[in-house]
């Protein structure tokens, strides 16, 4: 469903296993105030299910994996889509109804504004849990998560980032290629431990109130127990993001990429 004059921005959506959701996203976006100014790339990663069938019925530009390689891998696919196809900005959302279409204009806009010092904005993450948000649920186990990373962001790099863990982003041109270059995003998890990493490697993040939904059908990849396993697994993230940071390319004087393994 492209149209054919150029466009410079990209809507990526990783999706596993979202029959149940995709349709009403892709139905949504098929609105003309969205359609004139994106391109969209579904990302399906190996799902088992109608996915793939139900975005190609749909006419969307879709990329398939031939197994699941999870979703940090799905969404660094959709980057190196964009850099290779020349996209100026990236909007990466989930495929399963819960970042709202409205939002994707707001992060636009943002994304082509520039602060006081005439500078555009890299990341710009659209936040649940901001004054202008609309209300989110979350469990127990994920606000204490949350905590613990505005913590260590705000410990690491001295800024307050509402919304740690959200999808729904915008990326300049200049986050994306870093991104999609090998080993330098965390192909699993990326999280709370890429915006440490972005910001201490000087890229500008931004933070702006978004709408979402809680997601009504499928099961999120945060379901049940997984939030802790992934809250000590992240932690290790970002302690190894700040060491190889602020240790060892302190210590080399130089600047050292970031291995994510
Ligand atoms: N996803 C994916 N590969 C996976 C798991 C998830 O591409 O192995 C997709 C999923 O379909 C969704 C997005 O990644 O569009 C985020 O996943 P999910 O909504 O389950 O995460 P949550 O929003 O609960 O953090
Ligand atoms: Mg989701």
Request: charged content about 25%; glycine content about 6%; some cysteine.
């Amino acid at each position: 469903m492209q149209n054919t004059k150029p466009k410079e921005l990209l809507i990526i959506i990783p999706a596993y296993n979202e029959e149940q959701n995709i349709l009403e996203v892709l139905k949504d976006l098929k609105a003309p105030e969205i359609m004139e100014i994106a391109d969209v790339l579904v990302i399906n990663d190996a799902s088992s299910d109608a996915t793939n069938r139900i975005v190609k019925n749909a006419g969307f530009t879709l990329i398939s994996n031939i197994f699941n390689l999870g979703y940090g891998s799905a969404i660094q696919l959709g980057y190196k889509y964009a850099i290779r196809r020349k996209y100026k900005y990236v909007i990466q959302m989930d495929a399963d109804g819960q970042h709202d279409i409205c939002n994707i204009r707001k992060l636009y806009d943002r994304l082509r504004t520039p602060n006081r010092e005439g500078k555009y904005p890299d990341i710009v993450l659209g936040s649940r849990f901001m004054d202008g948000s609309s209300e989110f649920e979350v469990s127990a186990a994920k606000q204490f998560a949350y905590m613990l990373f505005r913590f260590l962001i705000k410990l690491f790099t001295g800024r307050r980032i509402a919304d740690p863990t959200t999808g729904l982003q915008g990326l300049s041109s200049r986050a994306v290629l870093y991104y999609s270059k090998y080993g330098r995003f965390d192909d699993r998890y990326p999280d709370a431990n890429m915006i440490i990493l972005m910001l201490l490697v000087g890229y500008r993040v931004e933070e702006m109130p978004a709408v979402m939904h809680n997601r009504v059908a499928g099961e999120s990849m945060h379901s049940g127990l997984k939030p802790i396993i992934y809250m000590v697994r992240m932690v290790f993230s970002i302690l190894a993001v700040v060491f190889r940071i602020k240790i060892l390319q302190k210590k080399a004087g130089e600047k050292r990429d970031v291995i994510f393994y």
